[in-house]
C-alpha cells in the first residue's frame, strides 16, 4: 500500500470526501436470478419512471450531502430524483423529505434498513414492463412483500468501478477536485 493509498483510505474511513458521486445501483441478493443486477428506472408515465432490474444500468450522481440521488439525463425541465413512493421505487421530480441513507459498507438504507427492498413481477405496473422484468419494491415486513418476490439489497457502487471497494476507494481519490 503506498501513501496514496492510505491516505485514500483514512479519508474514506472519516467520511472526509463530500462531492457529489456518479454511481450505479446493484442488486445484491442470495438469489442468483437477481444478485449483481442493475437498477435502471423505465418511463411509465409523463413525469414517472419505475425501477426496474435487468433493463439497464443508470448512471445516478449522489449528493452525499443530504443523500439524494438524481439522473440528470431524465428532464432539462426537473431534477429526477431517486424516491419512495409508498411501496414504489420510482425516479421523478418533487423530492421532498430525506429517504435513503447509505451505510458504511455502500448499501442502500431506507428506514432504518437494507433488507426492503424486493423484486417481483407482474405487479400491474400502468405500462405492464413488469410481465418482463423484475420490478423493484419496498416492503418494511418481508410478510407484506408479494408472494414469489425474491428479496435484495442495493448496493451503490461508483460508476467508474466494477467491484471492489479498495478500487472504488483509489478512484475517488484521483476523481475528487474539491
Ligand atoms: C430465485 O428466485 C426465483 C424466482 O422467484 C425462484 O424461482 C428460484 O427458486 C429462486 N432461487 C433460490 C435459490 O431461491
Ligand atoms: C441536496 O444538496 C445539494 C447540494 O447542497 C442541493 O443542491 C440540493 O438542492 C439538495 N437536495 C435536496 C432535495 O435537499
Ligand atoms: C401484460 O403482459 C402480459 C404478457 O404479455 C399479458 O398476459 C397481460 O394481459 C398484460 N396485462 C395488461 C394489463 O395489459
Ligand atoms: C419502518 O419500519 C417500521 C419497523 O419495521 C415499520 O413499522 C414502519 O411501518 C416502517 N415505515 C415505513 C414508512 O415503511
Redesign the pocket.
Given at each position: 500500500m503506498n501513501l496514496r493509498t492510505l491516505v485514500t483510505f483514512a479519508a474514506i474511513i472519516t467520511g472526509v470526501l463530500t462531492a457529489p458521486k456518479d454511481v450505479h445501483l446493484i442488486a445484491k441478493s442470495d438469489n442468483k436470478t437477481i444478485d449483481g443486477v442493475g437498477l435502471c428506472s423505465i418511463r411509465e408515465s409523463l413525469t414517472v419512471s419505475y425501477m426496474f432490474l435487468g433493463t439497464g444500468i443508470e448512471r445516478f450522481t449522489w449528493?452525499t450531502?443530504?443523500n439524494?440521488f438524481f439522473d440528470t439525463t431524465v428532464s432539462d425541465m426537473y431534477v429526477a430524483?431517486l424516491q419512495r413512493w409508498g411501496n414504489l421505487i420510482v425516479v421523478a421530480a418533487g423530492?421532498t423529505d430525506s429517504q435513503f441513507t447509505v451505510s458504511p459498507c455502500n448499501y442502500l438504507v431506507v428506514n432504518g434498513s437494507e433488507r426492503v427492498f424486493y423484486a417481483a413481477k407482474s405487479t400491474n405496473d400502468p405500462a405492464n414492463y413488469s410481465s418482463s422484468y423484475y420490478q423493484v419494491l419496498y416492503y418494511a415486513e418481508e410478510e407484506d412483500a408479494p408472494d414469489d418476490s425474491i428479496p435484495f439489497s442495493v448496493y451503490v457502487e461508483s460508476a467508474d468501478t466494477t467491484s471492489s471497494s479498495i478500487q472504488t476507494a483509489t478512484l475517488y481519490s484521483t476523481d475528487s477536485s474539491s
Open positions: 449528493e450531502t443530504n439524494t430524483y423530492y
